[in-house]
């Protein structure tokens, strides 16, 4: 039975991480829905930019993937300037500039410029993920942390929904002799700009700044947490480099198994409204309303997903069976019919969406928790990859050949191999050792 000052220590925490959470996660959802539709509203003017500006389809794929180029490179050195000023002005920064950058796009005049913003809107997004991860391990204990990752990576989902809709109605606004695109990108990228100086109001530095925590909050929080920083220290992080890593076949797997995960998420983000166009007879608004639905069917397929690898664990199994689901969408979405492919895409969108969150658990699994942040981050960020591979394929295939059905076959054929492979991974047991091998305690 716990004694009644450690009692009120816990209900302090609980109580202080919960304001915490109702102060800083709206704003970061609001900041990630943002972030994702800055990063992928060019998948709505694809059509519009080759009309008004003549950017066919093989230099809007190339610019579309050179985003995550310009992200990849970026994304070290971000991380260690913002362990230099600290989360909160960092976190700003990238708001401030990803929204001017994202703005800027409304002045593209031809292909070289096209290609500039994107990645150096890639290059001012740098670092936003990794900032809110730092941000929460100084505000919040591990067993809350965990809990607020979840429901911020959630609003990936939201935004998926959110971003046709939106998009295509900005997309019919005229006036002031600008296209209705060059309106979305400066209405969107000026919303970035407005987060920008909400980021710098709302969030604080410090736990000893936050007026609205009580002072036996305030020290239960920060006591929590330096303990629990002098635990890591004692222990003893390994600071290992990416070519080390890479000398695991098991790290290998798990780079190789995201990178497709992501290759068919980002060709779906960035060609489906180009393929909803070919329905024929609707307007930008419509567009985006039918870019929303794959995504919603998707949520509910993610929730259902997890619900069931829960019950039955075998997660190699349930990863497997969802990359088998995104295959079949994907061929059968090479239909000459535009309806019928829309529907497999939906179909798709099941599979990949839901390999995506089915995929961390078993890396989280395999990996000894001293270097799994730096392995997450080196398997985020040739998972990313994808996003510059697929555009920039598909726009060439489309432009060389009028279709994108060779992309379709390419994607379905590397999801059937992702889900041979995703049986060859493993899991470690708490002793370190790969499942179905014994502890060298017990070795004989």
Same mark, same amino acid.
């Given at each position: 039975?716990?004694s009644?000052?450690?009692?009120r220590?816990d209900?302090l925490?609980?109580?202080?991480?919960s304001?915490v959470?109702?102060?800083?996660?709206?704003?970061?959802?609001?900041?990630?829905?943002?972030?994702?539709?800055?990063?992928?509203?060019?998948g709505f003017v694809?059509?519009?930019?080759?009309t008004?500006?003549?950017?066919?389809?093989?230099?809007?794929?190339?610019?579309?993937g050179?985003f995550f180029?310009?992200?990849?490179?970026?994304?070290v050195?971000?991380?260690?300037?913002?362990?230099?000023?600290?989360?909160?002005?960092?976190?700003?920064r990238?708001?401030?500039?990803?929204?001017?950058?994202?703005?800027?796009?409304?002045f593209?005049w031809n292909?070289?410029?096209?290609?500039v913003?994107?990645f150096?809107?890639?290059v001012?997004?740098a670092g936003?993920f990794?900032?809110?991860?730092?941000?929460?391990?100084?505000?919040?204990?591990?067993k809350?942390?965990?809990?607020?990752?979840?429901v911020?990576?959630?609003?990936?989902?939201?935004?998926?929904v959110?971003?046709?809709?939106i998009?295509?109605g900005?997309?019919?606004i005229?006036?002031?002799?600008?296209?209705?695109?060059?309106?979305?990108f400066?209405?969107e990228g000026?919303?970035?700009?407005?987060?920008c100086?909400?980021?710098?109001?709302?969030l604080?530095?410090?736990i000893?700044?936050?007026?609205?925590?009580?002072?036996?909050?305030?020290?239960?929080?920060?006591?929590?947490?330096a303990?629990e920083?002098?635990?890591?220290?004692?222990?003893?992080?390994?600071?290992?480099?990416?070519?080390?890593?890479l000398?695991?076949?098991?790290?290998?797997?798990?780079?190789?198994?995201?990178?497709a995960i992501?290759?068919?998420i980002?060709?779906?983000?960035?060609?489906?409204p180009t393929?909803?166009?070919?329905?024929?007879?609707?307007?930008d608004?419509?567009?985006?309303?039918?870019?929303? %639905?794959?995504? $919603? &069917?998707?949520? =509910?397929?993610?929730y259902?997903?997890?619900?069931?690898? *829960?019950?039955?664990r075998f997660q +190699?199994?349930?990863l497997?069976?969802?990359?088998?689901?995104?295959?079949c969408g994907?061929?059968a979405?090479t239909?000459?019919?535009?309806?019928?492919?829309?529907?497999?895409?939906?179909?798709s969108?099941?599979?990949?969406?839901?390999a995506?969150?089915?995929?961390w658990?078993?890396?989280?699994g395999?990996?000894?928790?001293r270097?799994a942040a730096? %392995?997450?981050? $080196? &398997?985020?960020s =040739?998972?990313?990859l994808?996003?510059f591979?697929?555009? *920039?394929?598909?726009g060439?295939l +489309?432009?060389?050949?009028?279709?994108?059905?060779?992309?379709l076959?390419?994607?379905?054929?590397?999801?059937l191999?992702?889900a041979?492979a995703a049986?060859l991974?493993r899991n470690?047991?708490?002793?370190?050792?790969p499942?179905?091998?014994?502890?060298?305690?017990?070795?004989h």
């Amino acid at each position: 039975m716990r004694s009644a000052p450690a009692t009120r220590a816990d209900d302090l925490l609980e109580s202080a991480s919960s304001k915490v959470k109702r102060h800083v996660l709206p704003l970061f959802l609001i900041m990630f829905i943002a972030n994702y539709i800055d990063r992928v509203n060019v998948g709505f003017v694809n059509s519009h930019m080759q009309t008004d500006l003549g950017i066919g389809a093989a230099a809007y794929g190339l610019g579309s993937g050179l985003f995550f180029i310009g992200y990849a490179l970026f994304e070290v050195p971000s991380n260690v300037l913002m362990q230099k000023y600290g989360a909160r002005a960092w976190l700003t920064r990238i708001m401030g500039t990803w929204g001017i950058v994202a703005a800027a796009m409304a002045f593209v005049w031809n292909d070289t410029s096209f290609y500039v913003l994107r990645f150096l809107l890639g290059v001012a997004e740098a670092g936003f993920f990794p900032g809110v991860v730092f941000y929460f391990t100084q505000w919040l204990p591990q067993k809350e942390r965990g809990k607020a990752i979840a429901v911020f990576l959630g609003g990936s989902a939201i935004a998926s929904v959110l971003s046709g809709p939106i998009t295509g109605g900005l997309l019919s606004i005229r006036g002031l002799g600008l296209h209705g695109w060059q309106w979305m990108f400066l209405i969107e990228g000026g919303f970035s700009v407005l987060l920008c100086g909400l980021s710098w109001m709302l969030l604080k530095s410090r736990i000893a700044d936050a007026h609205w925590l009580t002072a036996d909050e305030r020290h239960a929080l920060q006591r929590a947490i330096a303990n629990e920083q002098a635990e890591r220290e004692a222990t003893g992080g390994r600071h290992v480099s990416a070519l080390q890593l890479l000398k695991d076949p098991q790290i290998v797997l798990f780079c190789f198994l995201y990178f497709a995960i992501q290759l068919t998420i980002y060709a779906a983000t960035f060609w489906l409204p180009t393929i909803i166009r070919k329905m024929g007879g609707l307007t930008d608004f419509q567009v985006g309303l039918f870019n929303a %639905v794959p995504w $919603l &069917i998707a949520m =509910v397929a993610m929730y259902c997903f997890a619900l069931l690898s *829960a019950r039955w664990r075998f997660q +190699q199994a349930w990863l497997a069976t969802a990359l088998v689901i995104a295959a079949c969408g994907l061929f059968a979405s090479t239909t000459g019919n535009a309806v019928l492919s829309f529907v497999a895409i939906c179909f798709s969108a099941i599979g990949f969406k839901a390999a995506a969150s089915l995929f961390w658990p078993i890396p989280q699994g395999y990996l000894d928790a001293r270097v799994a942040a730096g %392995v997450i981050a $080196l &398997i985020n960020s =040739v998972g990313n990859l994808g996003g510059f591979f697929a555009p *920039a394929t598909f726009g060439y295939l +489309q432009q060389h050949t009028g279709s994108v059905s060779g992309g379709l076959y390419a994607l379905g054929v590397a999801s059937l191999i992702a889900a041979a492979a995703a049986f060859l991974t493993r899991n470690r047991r708490s002793d370190g050792t790969p499942v179905g091998h014994a502890s060298p305690r017990n070795a004989h």
